[in-house]
C-alpha cells in the first residue's frame, strides 16, 4: 500500500478507482453489491473532502446536462437555499452522515433510486432529493473531478 502524497486529493482519486475497479470484477450476480460498495465510497467522496474544501465548491446550479441530476429530482430545499452544487452536495453529505437516505428498486429487484433527507438539529426537514442511481453515479463523478480540479488549483 503506497503513501498518500496529498491526502484529499489521493483519497478521491482512490476511492473513484475501487469503484471502477470492482465493476470489472468476476463476481456472482447475487453477491456482487456495487451500489452498497458505491453508497460506501460516498463517505469519502463527499463527507471527507467537504471538511477542508466546501468553501471552494461551486455555486453553479444543477443540471442535468452539466451534473447528471436536475432540478426536478430536488423534491425539497429549505427557504433562502437554491438548487446549487454547493447546498445539493452539503445536504447530501448530512443525509449519508446520519444515514437519511433510502435505496428504492426497481420491479426486477435492482436498486434504481436513493432518496435523501436532510433535518435541523429540531427535526425539521431541510431537504429532500429523489435521483435515479445512475443520474446519480453522474453527479458523484462530475463531483469529484471538480474537487480534484479544485485541489490542484488551490495548493
Request: a negative charge.
Amino acid at each position: 500500500m503506497s503513501n498518500y502524497k496529498k491526502q484529499e486529493f489521493d483519497f478521491i482519486q482512490r476511492t473513484k478507482s475501487i469503484i471502477k475497479q470492482y465493476e470489472t470484477f468476476q463476481i456472482n450476480k447475487e453477491e456482487k453489491y456495487e451500489v452498497t460498495l458505491f453508497l460506501n465510497c460516498l463517505v469519502g467522496l463527499f463527507i471527507l473532502p467537504q471538511q477542508h474544501w466546501f468553501e471552494f465548491i461551486p455555486e453553479e446550479l444543477i443540471s442535468n446536462n452539466e451534473w447528471g441530476i436536475s432540478e426536478s429530482n430536488i423534491i425539497f430545499i429549505r427557504e433562502n437555499e437554491t438548487k446549487n452544487v454547493k447546498d445539493i452536495s452539503r445536504h447530501i453529505r448530512n443525509s449519508i452522515t446520519h444515514y437519511s437516505f433510502e435505496v428504492f428498486s426497481n420491479g426486477n429487484n435492482e436498486i434504481d433510486r436513493i432518496v435523501f433527507q436532510d433535518f435541523n438539529p429540531s427535526k425539521v426537514k431541510t431537504f429532500e432529493a429523489n435521483i435515479p442511481l445512475r443520474e446519480f453515479r453522474t453527479f458523484v463523478d462530475k463531483f469529484c473531478s471538480t474537487l480534484i480540479a479544485l485541489m490542484t488549483t488551490q495548493k
